[in-house]
């Protein structure tokens, strides 16, 4: 009786991980849209300056004053020479998704963002000259079909805003690789990784957002009807941000990889929908398929991930360079579980 209930609530428990953190990341990415949208506050590096500084001091509180998670202490001389290369790619990346943010829907930029699997394994595979079984090649083949069938009948297509997004899939690829090299040692959590790197992130990001946009915000102040409201609500987007890395941290501990894939695939869907019911941006028939397309590929790319995962090494394999040294180097070393932090 007693397992039967531990069961149940570990079932609980991973459906209400979900929920929340669908709640944020979703909630995030349509204020987002909103502030560049309906709040004409077209000033992308701002807003990311304003989420790294309003990360920076959650992660301070969550782990100096609350102290619900213990800090992981960093070598002073790793702060500037690991730590710091990782901000400025993290940096990079959350940027490029603002920036994409403004320019294109909410539905087309989470389709290419999709395409962050595809863009690890090549590049990979290019600089690294890493192996991968032939499954993960065919797990691509949908993914990229889907990107390419969503941009060619994407109705607000901007070249802009496109190649934003799909830089910043190059981005948060770079990101994962490097962190394999520059964090090796240090077991972040999600909460510890924004707690080193927003400080870094806010001093790389606050010069350009004020030489480049300075201008343009006061100006926006000068002619925005409540622009002190619209404030508020750019800062609230800014502690939802902190609360959604806060979200990832539960999640990662209450699910199994397999069901944190789907669920991530379905979150897609559900800012897509979302999305599209809120700012009613116009999504043909086959746009819809090309969305589709693409997250079954994520799907199918995360099962077969785990798949080989769980394949026993074979015993006595030469070391080639064409053969793996060990199962891990089957797989990519993107983190599925950390590629939403903001």
């Not at 992308?44 to 609350?66: D, N, Q, T």
């Not at 915000?217 to 806060?246: D, Q, R, T």
Request: charge should be positive.
């Amino acid at each position: 009786m007693e397992e039967g209930l531990v069961c149940q609530w570990s079932v609980v428990r991973s459906l209400l991980a979900i929920l929340q953190w669908w709640a944020f990341n979703v909630t995030v990415i349509i204020m987002n849209k909103w502030i560049f949208q309906k709040l004409d506050f077209k000033f992308p590096l701002s807003v990311s300056c304003i989420h790294f500084i309003c990360s920076a001091i959650g992660a301070y509180v969550v782990i100096k004053v609350l102290k619900l998670k213990p800090l992981i202490s960093v070598d002073p001389q790793d702060r500037w020479r690991r730590i710091f290369p990782m901000s400025f790619v993290f940096c990079i990346n959350i940027v490029l998704g603002n920036v994409s943010l403004r320019y294109i829907p909410v539905s087309f930029m989470q389709t290419i963002k999709s395409f962050t699997p595809a863009t690890t394994v090549v590049l990979q595979w290019l600089v690294w000259r890493k192996y991968f079984d032939w499954r993960i090649w065919a797990s691509l083949v949908p993914i990229v079909g889907g990107i390419l069938l969503t941009s060619i009948t994407e109705l607000s297509f901007n070249m802009f805003g496109f190649c934003a997004a799909l830089f910043g899939c190059l981005a948060t690829s770079t990101k994962t690789i490097l962190a394999e090299a520059l964090l090796h040692g240090y077991k972040f959590d999600s909460i510890n990784t924004v707690y080193h790197m927003a400080p870094f992130a806010t001093l790389i990001m606050v010069f350009p957002a004020l030489l480049l946009e300075g201008n343009g915000i006061l100006e926006w102040f000068s002619i925005h009807p409540y622009p002190w409201a619209a404030m508020i609500i750019i800062f609230s987007s800014g502690v939802l941000a902190f609360c959604l890395n806060f979200s990832i941290f539960y999640v990662i501990h209450s699910t199994t990889a397999v069901t944190f894939n789907v669920a991530g695939n379905l979150k897609v869907a559900v800012a897509v929908l979302i999305s599209w019911l809120i700012f009613r941006n116009p999504i043909s028939y086959m746009n819809a398929v090309g969305c589709a397309i693409t997250l079954v590929g994520c799907t199918f790319y995360g099962y077969v991930r785990n798949m080989i995962s769980q394949q026993p090494a074979v015993p006595g394999t030469p070391r080639t360079p064409r053969t793996p040294r060990s199962k891990m180097e089957l797989l990519p070393l993107v983190n599925d579980k950390l590629d939403d932090k903001v």
